[in-house]
């Protein structure tokens, strides 16, 4: 399994699923990020605005900033080299770089429920 790191452009908070309108992108990786951790999958996710110092001291990340800019933002290393820049990894490509199924619908709690309905 690989080791995922995503460094995010500046945001007001650490996941950017905050304020007064939430980006449907964002929100998703979230809670695909949340999905994985509950199979005991860690990503580690760097913020610009509240860990700067992640972006100097990892290698790959500052000479890309350096060529690049800040739009480059967000990258995603797979153990250690860029996977993927500017926009997040689809579900499909979380799904094919950790051998797991991505599911971001919630799961139904069992109970009384069937498929013709509840008791």
Known sequence: MKNIEIFDP??????????????????????????????GIIIKRHGLSSEPQDFISNKVISEILQKEGADILPVTLADGEI?????????????EWLGVEISTKPQKKSGCCGPKGCC
Not at 15 to 39: F, M
């Open 10 to 39: 500046a945001m007001c908070c650490s996941t950017g699923v905050c304020g007064p309108s939430i980006d449907p992108e964002l929100l998703r990786v979230a809670t695909v990020i949340n999905s994985l951790k509950e199979k």
């Open 83 to 95: 996977v993927k820049t500017k926009s997040y990894p689809t579900n499909e490509e979380f799904s």
